[in-house]
């Protein structure tokens, strides 16, 4: 009997040795499920009420079992307490409120208990191999890694990674690619998240920091931080631009990353399947970087609007199609490389845009000012655009410029302060035409141009405006497919996005529109008064 008692404590040990290693968990987990499915089937055996306790020997395999009890004055629950003189019998020198052991024989598992042993084990090992697997990922995203495909699922393919799987989502895939069961892939940990079944490990190759880390693969230069990769933009499978800087002035960026007879590119442009890269050298001058990044179109002029975080690229006539590029590709890859949307125009578009705001400013200086047309355009050549300019610009400004005088320039300043107070007075009556409550008028920042803007968008009373998130009041205009001139997109934007107002702004025009909601709350919490 002793034998069979030893050989089956040396078979446990053998299971859980065995289970352990395949799995690539800690033996104590193992025994632990074990001592959890034997005290389950003991509850089973004994009562489900008893507090049963197993524990396997993890040198010798000894199993015991046993009860545990608190001892008591007088017994309410005989499942979980004794009285002190059962207690003293069970354990001499018991005392009240000591929690004792009784031992309890070793049970035979029949069939049912047994299977069900073996789910909790199973379940057991299970979850402790979901934990192994989301621990050895979870701090590897940005990392690439090289798997087999094991099958594809609804287009989505999942990659076997040795001690865990991962899947390749079908946004994530180069588009055209055919990846085939048992194909080597390597493709860029882009996310691990701890699921109910399980880890799942998100992979990438179509992701802008694949071809990042591949260049780090294959250009010695980059591995060592000596080149920076400082901006990437992809068109996954078809063409893709990035941004190089060295920090050692002796290395040519553009020349390493290509390198000997263009070897090291040709290694990533085949692991992207044939994918087009335009390694472009990065600038801190951002007129110099968008110049480099529309390569390779020839540009004339470049003007920034650092508020509108917009960039106006003048091109000559002839180049016009090779800047926007098939489908607009080279300038949306542009625009992603430099983080700034890019309008593209011709010289002969920009010469009759040019003329066409010199003459609409100079016919307006023309009318609000009651000036002769060449003063108009002299004021306009000088740089001013608005009324507003006029107005408000220092007078010795205005009467340094050639023709002008101190008095002529004083005239000018009465005029268009003038014309400014006609414009006011001209929107109050617009404003108040659309229904807008004078209420509004009184609020921060919002001048009777902006309240017939507001008008205009059914915005009339302190409550629609209240009503409003400051984004839908002030957000600046934007083209959300950033195509640049190939953009059918109508820009989109706050209600008053045309009038440069800043977040902080928008913030206390809204807070101030909702002022009255908190002053009606606490009236209504004073209650009559007495």
């Not at 290693?21 to 389950?40: G, P, S, Y």
């Not at 629950?77 to 004794?82: A, C, L």
């Not at 990922?137 to 393919?157: L, S, Y």
């Not at 180069?174 to 990846?179: H, K, T």
């Amino acid at each position: 009997m002793s034998n069979a008692i030893s050989a089956n404590k040396a078979e446990l040990l053998a299971i859980a040795d065995a289970v352990a290693r395949e799995k690539l968990i800690d033996k104590a987990i193992v025994l632990e499920a074990m001592e959890d499915a034997i005290q389950r089937a003991a509850r089973a055996r004994y009562g489900a009420e008893n507090d049963i306790r197993a524990k396997i020997d993890a040198n010798s395999g000894d199993m015991r079992l046993w009860r545990v009890v608190e001892v008591v004055e007088e017994v309410e629950d005989y499942f979980k307490q004794v009285s002190l003189k059962d207690g003293e019998k069970l354990q001499p020198g018991a005392a009240i409120g000591d929690f004792i052991v009784d031992p309890l024989p070793p049970i035979e598992f029949g069939r049912i208990a047994a299977q069900a042993a073996k789910q909790v084990i199973f379940q057991k090992v299970r979850d402790a191999e979901r934990e192994r697997q989301f621990e050895e990922f979870k701090d590897r995203a940005g990392e690439i890694i090289t798997g087999v495909v094991k099958r594809v699922e609804f287009g989505h393919v999942v990659v076997d990674l040795g001690r865990a799987e991962g899947v390749i989502r079908r946004d994530q895939q180069i588009p055209r690619e055919v990846l085939r069961i048992n194909d080597r892939v390597r493709a860029l940990i882009l996310n691990v998240r701890r699921e109910n079944r399980g880890p799942q490990i998100f992979l990438s190759r179509a992701h802008p920091d694949f071809m990042r880390k591949l260049f780090a693969q294959e250009v010695p230069e980059i591995y060592d931080g000596v080149i920076e990769i400082k901006a990437c933009a992809r068109d996954p499978g078809s063409r893709a631009k990035i941004g190089v800087i060295s920090h050692d002035g002796s290395i040519d960026p553009v020349g390493a990353c290509v390198g000997m007879k263009g070897s090291r590119v040709q290694a990533v442009v085949q692991e992207l399947q044939g994918e087009k890269i335009d390694i472009i050298p990065w600038s801190t001058d951002m007129a110099t970087f968008v110049v480099n990044a529309l390569q390779p179109a020839t540009v004339s002029r470049v003007l920034i609007d650092e508020e509108e975080e917009r960039i106006e690229v003048v091109v000559p006539d002839d180049q016009l199609s090779l800047a926007i590029g098939r489908r607009g590709q080279n300038v949306r890859l542009a625009s992603m490389l430099t983080a700034s949307a890019i309008d593209i125009m011709t010289e002969t578009d920009s010469s009759e845009k040019r003329q066409r705001e010199f003459i609409e400013k100079s016919e307006m200086f023309q009318q609000e000012l009651d000036v002769d047309e060449t003063l108009a355009q002299l004021l306009v050549a000088e740089g001013f655009g608005a009324m507003e300019e006029v107005a408000y610009v220092e007078t010795h400004e205005l009467a340094a410029i050639e023709g002008l005088d101190e008095e002529i320039a004083a005239e000018l300043q009465n005029r268009a302060q003038e014309a400014l107070d006609r414009r006011e007075v001209a929107n109050r009556e617009a404003r108040q035409a659309l229904g807008v409550e004078d209420a509004l008028a009184e609020l921060p920042h919002l001048t009777e141009a902006m309240l017939v803007t507001l008008g205009k968008a059914g915005i009339k009373t302190l409550d629609d405006l209240a009503d409003l998130a400051t984004d839908e009041l002030v957000e600046r205009k934007r083209r959300d497919d950033r195509r640049g001139r190939g953009s059918s997109e109508a820009p989109k934007g706050g209600v008053l996005a045309d009038y440069g107002l800043s977040e902080e702004q928008g913030n206390e025009i809204i807070m101030a529109a909702r002022a009255h909601w908190f002053a009606d709350e606490e009236t209504a919490d004073a209650g009559p008064s007495a």
